[in-house]
């Protein structure tokens, strides 16, 4: 069980990049105010659904992984 929630831990954090990513280019091309501050929200509700993921697999690993 603690497999799935790396796996899915991963690609969260994948996740949290691209948002990042996306953040700095509509910032580097002078974009909306709006648009930066969905991203950044997007970006922080990622980070923590990405930090429940790695606590519940750190979790799942000291159970003894079943």
């Known amino acids: 069980m603690a497999i799935v929630f790396n796996m899915l831990a991963v690609l ?3 996740a949290v990049v ?4 996306r953040g700095l280019v509509v910032m580097m091309r002078g974009g909306s ?6 991203l950044m929200q997007a970006r922080v509700g990622l980070q923590f ?3 429940v ?4 697999a750190y979790w799942f690993s000291q ?3 079943s």
């Open 53 to 56: 993921l790695i606590m519940t």
């Open 12 to 14: 969260v954090m994948v």
């Open 63 to 65: 159970r003894g992984g």
């Open 18 to 21: 691209a948002v990042l990513l």
């Open 49 to 51: 659904v990405a930090l």
């Open 33 to 38: 105010g709006n648009t930066s501050n969905k």
